[in-house]
């Protein structure tokens, strides 16, 4: 069993920064794909970035050049940079796990799946 918990979440104007962190436990975390995805009210879930434990990334087109994910397998952690923020960003962020030899940015690729974080970006 994978437990995910997501923090850092927030509100912040438009063009400010926001970190994001997920801890993992219960699972050898240095060999799961971990993945950052989002949902707004109203729209599906969809794939942020992706980081394997290779270190080898995946980013959606809107993240690209703004966001950045890393992850630290000593701290069982997960992180995602999040910079120059558009009120478009503003969801419900999930921390998601796989044991997966890629970084798919699909939702049904991932079966571990945190609580979410909510980041809301004002104009």
């Known amino acids: 069993q994978v437990q995910l918990v997501e923090s850092g979440g927030g509100s912040v104007q438009a063009g400010g920064s926001l970190r994001l962190s997920c801890e993992a436990s219960?699972?050898?975390?240095?060999?799961?794909?971990m993945a950052w995805f989002r949902q707004a009210p109203g729209k599906g879930r969809e794939g942020v970035a992706a980081i394997d434990n290779a270190g080898r990334t995946n980013y959606a087109d809107t993240a690209k050049g703004r966001f950045i994910i890393s992850k630290d397998n000593a701290k069982n952690t997960l992180d995602l940079q999040m910079n120059s923020l558009k009120p478009e960003d503003s969801a419900m962020y999930y921390c998601a796990a796989e044991r997966v030899v890629a970084v798919p940015l699909r939702q049904y690729d991932y079966r571990y799946w945190g609580q979410g974080t909510q980041v809301t970006v004002s104009s």
């Open positions: 219960g699972h050898t975390y240095s060999s799961y794909c």
